[in-house]
């Protein structure tokens, strides 16, 4: 993980070099995939969100996104409901910062009447 | 939001993928719905992940063994009573907010696109408040534009199936008709006036049957365009065109 996070800084530095840029895009690249960024980007996801970390959290969705749909198979079936269960979790995390915005909306009892599991 | 849709897209690809994940509508809505305050909070992601499922089940760029996707169709097909109660429950408490009101309507325009919805579940999709997309955003008003021309394309193509259904079930009842055979061809079609949005109705089902481009030799329908007439079951029994095929030529 801490890879990545340099692999970032490199990237967002302003005195970085096109030829810093270039090594560090490639890197991630090649880093979406390895088996290893399965995890690494889980972990990216629960960093605390700040200005810094925004990019690499965007990264590691988009990797688990990429990973899901093109290399399903490298996922043992037993990982399956965990991994569904960590990306509902992360989703609500993510709303949870956003809700600041929606203190003013309110859902009426008409709500309608939920399925159980 | 720019976390949100990655990870909205790999949820819908963890549903399209997971055989053992039988209730993905019912289970979404139930987690983020599951208290009145976090409702709220999750009604970003909620409308997100429910805008994506269906596409997501209909990008066959996704490899998956068809008999997967085919069981996710009918589930979404199955869930879209919850959807449309949820976006009906909605329809009110957004009105003022027009950031989730695009969520919304993109919602909605994404269930119509790819779930097929009954005439009367459309009727009631078109009363979500896309009409107030003009007092809100350019991204409102284009998500609200989405949705009515997708609404009415679906609308549209109800009545067409409706007109069909009215019509099959004519000719069944009655003991069937080929429109079309080696010596000639015949045109069909349905008075739509006459269908109405809850089925075809046998009583007041009406076709007409025009030969393209030949007299017929029924001395008694010598008219290319044969009368109009109610397929009543009476009116079947004496009808040569409702018999049987060869009967057009008799």
């Known amino acids: 993980m801490e890879q990545v996070q340099q692999a970032f800084r490199a990237l967002q530095a302003p005195d970085a070099t096109s030829q810093q840029t270039q090594e560090a895009t490639l890197w991630l690249d090649h880093f979406q995939g390895t088996l290893e960024a399965w995890r690494v980007a889980d972990q990216l996801l629960c960093l605390a969100t700040d200005d810094t970390t925004d990019a690499a959290r965007i990264f590691a969705a988009q990797t688990l996104r990429y990973k899901i749909q093109y290399s399903w198979s490298e996922l043992p079936v037993w990982a399956h409901e965990s991994l569904r269960n960590t990306l509902l979790n992360h989703l609500i995390r993510n709303c949870q910062v956003a809700h600041a915005s929606l203190h003013n909306v309110c859902i009426p009892p008409c709500m309608p009447p939920l399925a159980s599991t | ?250």
């Open chain 2, 1 to 250: 939001m720019a976390v949100l849709t990655p990870l909205s897209f790999a949820t819908g690809l963890v549903a399209l993928h997971m055989d053992s994940w039988q209730t993905v509508v019912s289970d979404i809505v139930q987690l983020m719905t599951e208290r009145h305050d976090p409702a709220v909070q999750n009604l970003p992601c909620l409308l997100e992940l429910l805008s994506i499922l269906p596409e997501v089940a209909g990008n066959y760029n996704v490899v998956v063994c068809p008999s997967r996707r085919e069981r996710v169709r009918l589930m979404l097909q199955e869930s879209r009573s919850t959807v449309l109660q949820l976006l009906w429950a909605l329809n009110s408490p957004l009105r003022a907010r027009h950031d989730l009101m695009q969520s919304m309507l993109k919602c909605a325009a994404s269930w119509v696109h790819h779930v097929q919805f009954t005439a009367s579940e459309l009727a009631q999709l078109s009363t979500l408040n896309h009409n107030c997309a003009g007092r809100g955003s350019l991204g409102l008003l284009e998500v609200a534009t989405n949705f009515r021309c997708v609404l009415r394309e679906r609308q549209r193509q109800c009545s067409e199936e409706l007109q069909v259904s009215a019509l099959a079930s004519s000719i069944s009842l009655t003991g069937g008709f080929t429109a079309h055979d080696s010596a000639r061809t015949y045109s069909m079609s349905i008075a739509p006036e006459c269908v109405s949005p809850s089925g075809p109705s046998r009583s007041h089902a009406a076709v007409s049957v025009a030969e393209d481009d030949r007299q017929p030799t029924s001395g008694a329908y010598n008219d290319p365009m044969l009368s109009l007439f109610s397929m009543s079951s009476e009116d079947a029994q004496h009808c040569p065109l409702t018999r049987a095929p060869c009967d057009l030529h008799a």
